[in-house]
């Protein structure tokens, strides 16, 4: 069992629990270098309440863990602040987030944190954490509008989100994450510091194959994983037949934060945008003119946020599927 070590990068993350979210968490699990402190479950994918089953189903009976390891699994939003109905997509991500997947009842009911535990975990690891938030940023935003100070103590921030320059994965043009709460991806756009936005623009080209998926089932060690992402890839193969495998966008987020050198990035500001309905709702918007941040449009300072355009896959490659088959790996053409 993988114990917690001190010099692993300290990592709240919030999420919409779905099938790449479970990926990522079990990613975290299995890297020595990333330790998640907490779990911040929220709707999104699927339904806050069956997030938070998934979670600790995951805790209880798959990823675990000695006593020195303890994660913290605490209740995130359960609407979002546009007050929309909470659409769940079970045809991408299964019932619970996990595919084909239904985990068994928790006997003991659901053991969960209030959603103000999230201040002492900041106030825990102060400038070791790292929030990686690779769902709807209901949560985040939140504690932005409430804890302003507090949330100033943390070291970076990494967000799955938005689409720039191309194609949505809701709409021609917004990508889920932004367009599910585009209220709160603006606030948490404005008024945090040290953002990475993770888009997909290079989260879609974070594909792991059927093949890739066969050999770690063969050689790892978490039984789940195959189901699901095949789960994953039919409705990704059925939408588009030439599609390789299934893109993991929340996997290569939580990769961020060790692996910044696999990224090309570009700082721009950025405006999300806030229609209640229609083909823009969501949309992220990068200023890219060499005069001007929006502040023309807003009268106040608009901050400058780096994203990233472009991934080396190899570097993805070959750290995925050393950490999930615990077996060194290289990447061959």
């Known amino acids: 069992m993988k114990g917690r070590d001190k010099l692993a990068k300290k990592v709240l993350l919030f999420g919409d629990i779905g099938i790449d979210d479970i990926v990522a968490i ?172 993770i888009p997909l623009n290079v989260t879609q080209n974070a594909i792991v194959t059927p093949d890739m998926v066969n050999y770690i089932d063969q050689v790892g060690s978490i039984e789940i994983f195959k189901p699901m992402v095949d789960y994953y890839y039919d409705f990704y193969s059925k939408r588009d037949p030439n599609v390789q495998g299934s893109p993991l966008h929340d996997v290569l987020t939580l990769m961020a934060v060790n692996k910044e050198e696999m990224f090309t990035f570009e700082e721009y500001p950025v405006h999300i945008v806030q229609a209640t309905r229609g083909t823009e709702r969501g949309q992220s918007i990068a200023d890219i003119r060499p005069f001007g941040d929006f502040e023309e449009e807003t009268d106040k300072e608009i901050k400058r946020h780096r994203i990233a355009f472009d991934f080396d896959y190899r570097e993805f490659f070959m750290d995925f599927m050393t950490i999930m088959s615990g077996q060194r790996f290289e990447y061959k053409e």
Not at 35 to 49: A, K, L, Q
Not at 84 to 93: G, T
Not at 130 to 136: A, K, L, S, T
């Open 26 to 197: 079990m990613y975290g699990y299995l890297n020595d270098e990333i330790d998640i402190v907490g779990v911040v479950t929220e709707y999104g994918n699927i339904t806050r309440e069956n997030a938070l089953a998934s979670v600790q189903y995951l805790k209880e009976e798959v990823l675990v863990s000695d006593e020195s390891q303890e994660q913290v699994i605490i209740a995130g939003a359960e609407n979002p602040m546009t007050a929309d109905p909470v659409e769940v997509f079970p045809e991408i991500h299964g019932e619970y987030g996990l595919g084909p997947i239904t985990p068994p009842e928790i006997e003991d009911g659901i053991t969960l944190e209030n959603f103000f535990t999230i201040i002492d975990i900041i106030e825990e690891y102060g400038e070791d954490l790292y929030i990686v938030n690779v769902g709807r940023l209901t949560s985040l935003a939140t504690m932005y509008l409430l804890y302003p100070r507090t949330m100033e103590h943390i070291n970076k921030i990494y967000i799955m989100g938005g689409a720039f320059w191309v194609p949505g994965n809701v709409t021609a043009v917004s990508e889920a994450n932004f367009h599910g709460d585009p209220v709160a991806a603006q606030i948490v756009l404005t008024y945090a510091e040290q953002v990475t936005i």
